[in-house]
């Protein structure tokens, strides 16, 4: 018999999809979004900073598998594929190999496609774009400039994350429990003149709208729920005695302000040096600020609480009380107003510090039946506690009091009812070369100019030295740099500062769908015909990052009137990662598995199948060889199993069922529910291997050239290029585009199905019962079955397992 060669097959098929453009969709000449004929599936796009593993090829399978399961239900289906090439991922890779960020970029970026075609992904090539390439970056210069104009786009000096590795700042939602989320350096704490997205003015609606989201992971809305952190409460202002001024604090218990003993700003607080200048306190809290600097956030909230006295007071106004003012590090100027009211006798952390420093401890609100029982802080608050030591407000219930109490700080004009939030304005400054050049320049007459859409894209020059230096590598590009005033024509420096590289995929989802647009980032009709996308596919670290940027992006451009809809992505599917010898396949870690190596050995379509057989797609796994082999001996059955049949001629399924007929049936039902309906991607892998191998136990059965069809029309989204070898050779051609084939509900229906009988756990036979028998009658069969008989002989039955319509299993010693 001839022999299963996949190097000989894949590029065969490769080339005649290349050829045709078989996966290339064109947009409609009068676009409706109405349209119910077309689908999107996408992936994150990739970083080019170096090669595909397995965990990313696993990542790409999900789309695979979707796109022609859609494709060949009937749907136009775009899927189409880019590059992340601005940013610190590319410009780390180009520093590690020591060459320009740009011929380092585009050599991966060609590695990438090479790997990507010799897995045969059906991907829509006309529509590639790559971040870093002007045609691309004057879109996302443009769309800054839209955001300028709406005032969400702004400079303003700020305290930033800074990671000293990468010599740049970070966005809050890049630090993670204190560390640069790209290369894990511990991160600094700096002042800068910075350029901010106004993303905290969608908030609410960036929570409202997950109504919207019905078909995203709960665990991903929720990340973004606590990220956005909304709570409601009180905006509550303290008179610092001896200055016109009142600092203003947020508080979700403005029932407890009657036990505020102290007051404590964050050492970034902008009033701090303001508050010490030349007071015998100066010195020591400056230099506690630049002490706590170098502290990350994890560290501030979880260390002993200590800080440093200002000599100034604040007045409660609730009590008149003047109480001392702290600086302390466990207060974060990223959370509320970054000062407090310190409530020592009802926070923990207030308590320890409190007590640290001999502060006057208040208690104001106790359980209705009297006091607690508690050493420290009564914290465990529940709806029946009363206020006590709070005037007027004493005994009300907590709910009431924090009701009564907001109504009569607002009637005397030192508080009001107010909603906080944990997010911050999203910081897209990053002084590193390769990154998109923000479209503005400064001019002493004239300020923040933007530059004229007629001018963009405004190019990244070319610099001697791009490395990092803590300052931007722009800023030496003198000639550049220097330039005239849009608005006076006087001289002006252009901004030196790059986007952050979350800008760029922030809204190229968009730009696939009308990627040669020449007159502006897409046409809205075209857009809003494609999305939102009906398959977005991608791992859960991004559901604070990518995920909640491109939703607020989407935003302003509804808003804008720029597209549509409101939300990107209509349905999101989080995938597991692949581990190896126990950890994250990563090549930071050492232990990646290169995809290359066994399409080599083995074929594209083996790698393709292990990857999403190795079990459920949302779950992590182990990449394991010997798994590996067993996927490889399928092919190679499969191969076989055809061309055995090839002889003797396939077709329609006999007009009377069959068990093989039905089996097959059962198979096409159960791969299509999984696929289309649960996203169960690994269990069509088995569903399939079982119906072959029910086609050798019965070789004679009328149907079993129509259960070989079926078998090879089932993997194709799996394992495309033997599909494709074996369907032409039954006889037909171009199985991508048929149709997908559809189980026959009559067949479905079965008076019997074969019960499999198990002794410890191995098959000892298989028989035809009534699918309505009891489960007394299925062990009577399977007990007097001979073959079970003589697998007994005499041995006591320990436990009886039976699994409904399927199994019984006997457990015998």
Request: charged letters at 25%; proline letters at 7%.
């Amino acid at each position: 018999m001839e022999r299963y060669d996949p190097a000989a097959i894949e590029p065969r098929w490769q080339e005649v999809w290349a050829r045709e453009r078989a996966f290339s969709v064109p947009n409609p000449a009068e676009p409706s979004a109405h349209d119910d004929a077309k689908t999107y599936v996408l992936e994150m796009l990739p970083y080019p900073s170096g090669e595909l593993h397995m965990g990313h090829v696993r990542n790409y399978m999900l789309g695979e598998v979707i796109a022609h399961f859609r494709r060949r239900h009937g749907y136009k289906v775009l899927r189409p594929m880019g590059f992340d090439s601005f940013g610190l991922p590319a410009e780390n890779a180009a520093i590690k190999e020591g060459g320009h960020p740009r011929d380092v970029t585009e050599r991966n970026i060609a590695r990438i496609r090479g790997q990507m075609a010799r897995l045969g992904w059906a991907i829509d090539w006309d529509r590639m774009l790559s971040t870093h390439d002007p045609e691309y970056y004057r879109w996302t210069q443009w769309l800054f400039l839209r955001f300028f104009e709406r005032g969400l786009a702004y400079r303003k000096e700020v305290a930033v994350k800074w990671c000293p590795n990468d010599q740049t700042v970070l966005a809050n939602e890049q630090v993670i429990d204190g560390r640069c989320e790209r290369c894990g350096a511990e991160v600094e704490a700096r002042k800068l003149e910075q350029w901010l997205f106004r993303i905290t003015a969608y908030a609410d609606m960036l929570l409202d709208d997950m109504a919207l989201l019905e078909s995203w992971p709960e665990r991903v809305l929720t990340m973004q729920r606590n990220w956005i952190g909304r709570s409601e409460g009180a905006d509550i202002l303290f008179r610092i005695d001896g200055l016109d001024r009142d600092i203003d604090v947020f508080t979700t218990r403005p029932d407890t302000v009657f036990g505020a003993t102290f007051f404590v700003l964050a050492p970034e607080h902008p009033l701090v040096e303001r508050l010490v200048a030349g007071t015998p306190h100066e010195r020591e809290v400056l230099e506690y600020v630049r002490h706590t600097a170098a502290r990350s956030a994890v560290e501030r909230e979880t260390k002993e609480k200590d800080g440093v006295p200002t000599g100034r007071f604040v007045i409660n106004p609730a009590t008149g009380a003047h109480i001392p003012v702290w600086v302390a590090d466990y207060v974060l100027m990223e959370y509320g107003t970054g000062a407090i009211m310190g409530v020592p006798a009802h926070d923990e952390r207030d308590f320890e510090f409190a007590t640290r420093y001999d502060l006057p401890i208040v208690k104001v609100v106790e359980p209705a039946g009297g006091a607690a029982e508690v050493e420290g802080p009564f914290v465990a608050h529940s709806p029946d506690e009363r206020l006590v030591n709070s005037g007027q407000f004493s005994g009300m219930s907590s709910p009431e009091a924090k009701r009564a109490i907001v109504e009569w700080l607002e009637e005397r004009h030192v508080g009001r009812s107010a909603v906080g939030y944990r997010l911050r304005d999203w910081l897209l400054s990053r002084q590193r070369y390769w990154g998109c050049p923000i479209p503005i320049v400064h001019c002493e007459g004239c300020g923040i100019v933007p530059v004229p859409d007629a001018d963009l894209p405004v190019l990244l020059p070319e610099v001697d030295d791009y490395l990092p230096k803590g300052r931007s590598p722009l800023a030496a590009a003198e000639e550049w740099v220097r330039t005239t005033c849009p608005t006076c024509g006087g001289e002006a420096r252009r901004e030196t500062d790059t986007m952050d590289t979350f800008v760029d995929s922030s809204w190229y989802f968009l730009r696939y769908a009308d990627a040669h647009n020449d007159e502006a980032p897409f046409d809205r009709a075209i857009v809003d015909y494609w999305l939102p996308v009906n398959q977005y596919i991608g791992g859960v670290e991004h559901a604070i990052l990518h995920l909640l940027y491109a939703r607020f992006f989407t935003k302003v451009m509804y808003e804008a009137g720029l597209v549509g809809f409101r939300e990107p992505f209509a349905r999101l599917f989080t995938q597991g990662m692949v581990h190896y010898h126990g950890a994250k396949m990563s090549k930071s870690r050492g232990n990646v598995v290169d995809p290359d190596e066994y399409v080599e050995r083995h074929g594209a379509d083996a790698v393709r199948l292990y990857l999403l057989f190795l079990g459920p797609v949302d779950q992590d796994a182990e990449w394991q060889d010997k798994g590996f082999e067993g996927m490889v001996r399928f092919l190679h059955r499969l191969w076989r199993v055809v061309l055995a049949h090839l002889e003797q001629g396939v077709g329609e399924a006999p007009s009377s069922p069959t068990p093989l007929a039905r089996k097959a049936h059962e198979t096409i039902a159960k791969v299509t529910d999984d696929i289309g309906r649960r996203f169960v991607l690994n269990t069509p892998i088995a569903a399939v291997m079982e119906l072959l191998n029910e086609i050798v136990r019965t070789p004679e059965d009328p149907a079993a050239g129509f259960a070989v069809e079926t078998a090879v029309s089932l993997i194709q989204p799996y394992a495309p290029h033997v599909a494709e070898e074996l369907w032409e050779r039954l006889g037909h051609e171009r199985l991508w585009e048929q149709p997908w084939p559809v189980a026959d509900p009559a067949l479905l229906e079965r008076e019997t199905f074969q019960l499999v009988i198990q002794v410890n756990g191995k098959v000892r036979d298989r028989v035809e019962v009534a699918v309505d028998a009891s489960e007394e009658e299925l062990i009577s069969c399977a007990t007097e079955s001979p073959k079970v008989q003589a697998q007994l002989d005499g041995k006591e039955i320990r436990q009886t397992i039976v699994v409904p319509r399927k199994l019984v299993n006997l457990v015998v010693a």
